[in-house]
């Protein structure tokens, strides 16, 4: 999960609304 939000938050700089969209994706699994 670490791994998961250490990769977010690094995507949420460059593609903010791609990165919401995954993370949403992988909540909702």
Request: proline fraction near 3%; hydrophobic fraction near 50%; glycine fraction near 10%.
């Amino acid at each position: 999960a670490d791994a998961i939000l250490l990769g977010a938050e690094t995507l949420r700089g460059l593609y903010p609304v791609e990165t919401i969209s995954i993370v949403g994706k992988i909540c909702a699994e």
